[in-house]
């Protein structure tokens, strides 16, 4: 084996060194831009809130990403002052977390950086898998400025006093080499390398990537303040909020029509449009037929749960909405479909 000199990295590593030198042309964004990604408009405060409870829910994001939500508390609001919080089209309100432990699968993580943070054209990063290791994150990619450099970034994720994800490289690798090496020996930072002022809710602090879990998402607008962050398996947990007072804060609240429900979705207060209907004051619940596992929901496609379910009305105007998971609504639309076309 040949002797280690400090130019015994060889050949490969050298020409990393020059081109990273080369690609440092300035300070990052982080000098310039805090935390990346637009704020989240607030309704005033006037305006009259709806409360809503999740327990076991798997809300989309869109058609492949899902957010698990194991317990959700909090109210919504419609961003047009004086109109209600309409279902048809999730850009129009804001969902305010209380308190919260949400969770997004490794995979789920992967599409939503590539789909939604880094989903512009000219983004410095590309083809982004995240993964699991242990209690940390493994990101592996393309960074790309004026030519492609794969890195793999293993990562401790923690949650910074304003509440942003940071996810803190323990180890990097460039090209394959020890990139935390090669970076101290040119003096340079990964904020040095990245541009992030255009990717929603993402910006670079020396070497750690801060994440805004309220500016990452696609529609409906979340706000909330992230208080605890772990990885569980393949999820990545989030807590939102102090979730020692979920007891207090439930007893003081009206409970649902059926609080014995395992999985479900209840909105109180306020007004809400649905399709062509409308409830005043409201008080509403979504509960899943088959309990067995997370309650699919998808606000993109209610109206084919809404159709496959049932509803009942309580004694009190309350009302109880029975609906089957995503999938299975779509099954039965897809079989009632299929046989109207039968000859």
Request: charge should be neutral.
């Amino acid at each position: 084996m040949r002797g280690t000199t400090p130019h015994s990295l060889g050949r490969p590593v050298a020409a990393c060194a020059l081109l990273l030198a080369a690609l440092a042309t300035g300070p990052g964004d982080a000098r310039r831009h805090a935390h990346g990604g637009a704020p989240v408009p607030v309704p005033p405060a006037g305006d009259p809130a709806t409360r809503i409870e999740m327990r076991n829910v798997g809300f989309h994001l869109d058609d492949q990403i899902v957010l698990r939500v194991a317990r959700l508390d909090g109210t919504m609001q419609s961003r047009t002052p004086g109109t209600p919080i309409v279902f048809d089209d999730k850009k129009s309100f804001v969902i305010h977390i209380d308190r919260a432990q949400v969770a997004l699968s490794a995979r789920d993580l992967s599409l939503l950086l590539n789909r939604y943070v880094f989903g512009y054209r000219g983004a410095p990063l590309k083809d982004l898998r995240v993964r699991t290791q242990g209690a940390r994150l493994v990101q592996s990619g393309t960074l790309h400025k004026g030519v492609d450099i794969p890195f793999t970034i293993l990562a401790d994720p923690s949650v910074t006093p304003d509440g942003h994800i940071r996810l803190h490289p323990v180890r990097t690798t460039i090209f394959g080499v020890d990139g935390d090496r090669l970076m101290r020996a040119l003096g340079l930072q990964l904020q040095d390398l990245l541009d992030l002022s255009k990717a929603p809710g993402a910006s670079v602090h020396g070497n750690d990537i801060l994440l805004a879990p309220d500016s990452i998402l696609p529609p409906p607008a979340i706000t909330g303040h992230l208080t605890g962050i772990r990885v569980e398996g393949d999820q990545i947990v989030q807590t939102f909020g102090d979730s020692a007072s979920w007891h207090e804060v439930s007893t003081r609240r009206r409970a649902p029509p059926d609080p014995n429900a395992r999985n479900f979705m209840y909105y109180q207060g306020g007004t809400l449009r649905f399709g062509k209907l409308m409830m005043l004051d409201a008080d509403l619940q979504i509960i899943d037929q088959h309990p067995s596992d997370l309650f699919d929901f998808d606000i993109d496609h209610y109206l084919v749960q809404l159709v496959a379910g049932y509803s009942r009305t309580m004694p009190d105007g309350a009302l109880e909405v029975f609906m089957p998971d995503l999938r299975t609504a779509q099954r039965a639309f897809a079989e009632r479909h299929a046989s109207t076309e039968r000859p």
